[in-house]
């Protein structure tokens, strides 16, 4: 089929609503929140249901033209952004939000992939149920987009990745074929794990478009804390005691470094601090969670920091004592992220190492970049209690920023021989995308390489689905 | 390579203590716990560590000899037997049974695949923590043969399936090539996640030579409780309440049918019921479990049954007071599979429907089974918490084990096609083997067939790892 005949048909297929080229409506599409560089589209099409994707994808298939699935455009790694050539189609799967289901007995709930997280979330509560994943970009990510990139965030803790939340998943292979893999069982060992193949694979086996979610039991409580460590190994001493001493429900556990809470004093006036900045080296964030009734985790939480501190794991702590303190400490958290905007240019990394190796990740990788750049400011903060640290860089303070950008390369390669030797991996959370498909080959062997290789070239022989992101194509 | 000379070479390499065909040393490996067809094996190999299990592979795989791997044999689908031609080696995994390492503050183990279950939890309780896996055969199966089968058991409420307790896999490829994923983090996207294709695939994509595992923190405190069911859909709700009030620390939740309790007063005068069998028709044994100190479950557990008399879930409940009475209540559970062989011939099925469709499927199967064969006596019973229930059935009283087992077939494709209408899982822990394969191509939908074909012939394009298992091989 000729390309042209291709789009006609599409164009026909999804009606007026259901596609643009208009260059205002795509502009905020063609580039990611990290603002890599500008991608360039066919068409836009904007599916209204799982058919839809799948004529979509059969006549693109027979017409050999590549396709980008997109779900809210939150990724930072541009694995939702076409290339330059503006020959591939752009698919968003934002017109198809309906939640199909909600079983309270079952603890589940099947929703399309255009889904926004928060909305599902929302559902979820109305129905005194919990939905676990929670995000920054909660507010307009997507269901399909956090399954594409198996997203991680501030519950992992307890609750797992977004992997371990799917019972079931609906998928349109690259020629258009529909897998229906929707089951909503707790058990099932029939056959190949399918699902888990398509999880993570950021839209280069086939388009998820719906999803069986597991539900939780509502938290009645949540109890928030913020620690001044003695140090960093003492931190994740800390972790491994909370974990016992709560029942192992603690949610979140999230690692503040001295220079996050300086910028934050800096950029920051209007969000007090739970200490002075220069009390410690380091901070967590911790939070436990329950559904019991009248669960007292505020006494729980006392119990642990007390023989945190007899064992001298922290200096100092806080227990936030009502729903507005709770939301301070969460503040300073979403601060930390956001205050680096206002820094500055910074080398950014999102990297994962054995919980117990995270001292080690830190003081190896900020010994390594002071030496190859001395004055280098380290920001290393977040999901400790998962071994997820996002390790980034400022310039030193007499540094231009194009100097600093020209050595953006090496930190890369600092960062990432550094957890390639802890056994580590160069992306945590937020996947591989386009922005890191040369370093996974490098960081993963090459039989692993091979494999994934293979399983892309039996489910998607052409390259057809998300060229460039995740696996080179073969030369 | 000829085959002759593949084994002298194999031989070779094991030494002599790595091999035997001692038909007395290979008899109780060639049959399964469910009694199965005998198989036959070239030869028994038994390798000590990953290097001979790869050498062993790549001379086999040169000399075109299929290859079934085995561990502790506990299997009730034949999964782990080799065929009757003789012409297949038997790999047992049986002397690869070192713990490599066990890390408390990072929560997890690495072992090697022959360690058996019951030593991995012994090991992680002398580290103060928890291996949640539990089974009927923890004392003899081993971590390889459940990491292959995705095993499930008594936990899977609040742990997950093995499948979730899995960070890392050490797995030879057909061709005898090692993939290390050994890694031990809790966030890891870079591509695609392989480790889930190995896990669940019994051995016919490669052999599983060591794991890294997720340890928990150890429970100090376990209630265990007994139910009379006002009907089985209030066992379903107050499953749901349960999750609720506990905080989510419901570890167990089994069903238990009045001919259990009947059969059991019948073959087991030793054990004490906890109630009169004709007291309900249906039971439930829960069971929370924390590892908070002093924390008062038996409250809880009061609170949940007090609402749940309320609610007219439940006629009668009695909880364990003390560790003996809690052992008690699980005897009862354990007589419940074991009065079955006392009792003569069943036909036996392992299935899983959604939570919320156990009643459904019990009171359609039972209503379609008794049409088909008035006075038959079914024999539903077990993990209902998980939608898990073993759907076994005897013979009517006056009928012949010959004549009830002509209709084997009858019953099966009875209970295959309700559990199909009701979107369910034909083998919800107990694997495909070699007893299943025809049913999974019926009751799977093509596409997914092909797509496990697909991966099947990607990976073991020569059919040579555990033929016949799983997946039937295009003809």
Same mark, same amino acid.
């Given at each position: ?21 208009? %260059?205002?409506?795509?502009? %905020? ?5 990290? /603002? /890599? ?15 839809? @994707? ?6 693109c298939h027979? =017409?050999n033209i590549p396709v980008v699935? $997109? ?6 790694c541009g694995g939702?952004?076409p290339n $330059?050539t503006?020959t591939e189609? &752009? ?16 603890? #589940?709930?099947?929703? !399309? ?12 509560? !109305? ?29 992992? &803790?307890?609750?797992?990745? *977004?992997?371990?939340?799917?019972? /079931?998943? !609906?998928?349109?292979l690259p020629d258009?074929?529909?897998?229906? /893999? ?15 193949l398509f999880?993570g694979s950021e839209g280069t086996l086939g ?9 939780? %039991? ?30 192992? $429900? ?46 007292? &985790?505020?006494?729980? #939480?006392?119990?642990?920091? +007390? +023989? ?8 100092? =702590? ?6 507005? $303190? ?9 601060? =930390?992220? !956001? ?11 999102? @990297?994962? @190492?054995? @919980? ?51 050595? *953006? ?8 021989? *550094?957890?390639?030797? &802890? ?8 996947g591989i995308g386009r922005a890191k498909t040369d370093e996974l080959e490098i960081y993963r062997s090459a039989i692993e390489i091979s494999l994934m290789k293979a399983v892309k070239e039996t489910i998607d022989p052409s390259y057809l689905m998300n060229p460039g992101k995740v696996i080179n194509q073969k030369t």
């Amino acid at each position: 089929m000729k390309k042209e005949s291709a789009i006609k048909q599409i164009k026909e297929t999804l009606g007026p609503q259901g596609w643009s080229n208009d %260059p205002d409506i795509m502009a %905020p599409l063609l580039t990611d929140s990290e /603002g /890599g560089p500008q991608g360039n589209a066919l068409i836009l099409a904007c599916p209204a249901n799982t058919e839809e @994707v799948s004529t979509v994808l059969q006549l693109c298939h027979q =017409a050999n033209i590549p396709v980008v699935p $997109q779900g809210g455009n939150t990724g930072c790694c541009g694995g939702a952004i076409p290339n $330059q050539t503006g020959t591939e189609v &752009l698919l968003s799967l934002r017109r198809m939000n309906r939640i199909r289901d909600l079983d309270s007995t079952d603890y #589940t709930l099947t929703a !399309e992939a255009g889904c926004i997280l928060h909305d599902l979330k929302h559902a979820a509560e !109305e129905a005194n149920r919990f939905f676990p994943l929670s995000l920054g970009a909660e507010g307009s990510c997507q269901i399909g987009g956090n399954l594409a990139t198996n997203a991680g965030g501030i519950n992992v &803790l307890n609750y797992g990745n *977004t992997r371990d939340l799917v019972l /079931g998943l !609906e998928v349109v292979l690259p020629d258009g074929t529909l897998w229906n /893999g929707l089951r909503r069982l707790r058990k099932d060992n029939s056959g190949y794990d399918l699902k888990h193949l398509f999880i993570g694979s950021e839209g280069t086996l086939g388009i998820i478009t719906a999803v069986t979610l597991k539900l939780f %039991p509502l938290p009645h409580t949540s109890v928030t804390s913020c620690c001044a460590l003695s140090n960093l190994e003492s931190g994740l001493s800390l972790l491994a005691i909370a974990r016992e001493y709560s029942g192992d $429900q603690v949610n979140s556990f999230e690692l503040l470094p001295r220079i996050a809470m300086e910028m934050i004093a800096k950029h920051r006036n209007d969000l007090r601090l739970p200490f002075p900045s220069d009390e410690a080296q380091w901070y967590v964030l911790m939070e436990l969670n329950s559904s019991r009734k009248n669960d007292d &985790l505020a006494a729980l #939480t006392e119990t642990i920091l +007390e +023989e945190a501190f007899t064992k001298n794991m922290i200096t100092n =702590a806080i227990i936030a004592q009502s729903e507005q $303190q709770r939301n301070q400490l969460w503040s300073i958290r979403e601060a =930390a992220v !956001e205050v680096q905007k206002s820094e500055g240019y910074s080398v950014s990394h999102d @990297v994962a @190492v054995p @919980v117990s190796k995270v001292a080690e990740l830190i003081k190896l990788t900020c010994e390594r970049a002071s030496e190859l750049l001395p004055g280098i400011r380290p920001y290393p903060f977040g999901h400790v209690g998962d071994g997820n640290i996002h390790f980034n860089f400022f310039k030193p303070d007499d540094m231009t920023d194009i100097d600093f950008k020209g050595l *953006t390369s090496k930190i890369h390669t600092l960062v990432y021989e *550094t957890v390639n030797e &802890l056994n580590g991996s160069i992306s945590a959370e937020h996947g591989i995308g386009r922005a890191k498909t040369d370093e996974l080959e490098i960081y993963r062997s090459a039989i692993e390489i091979s494999l994934m290789k293979a399983v892309k070239e039996t489910i998607d022989p052409s390259y057809l689905m998300n060229p460039g992101k995740v696996i080179n194509q073969k030369t």
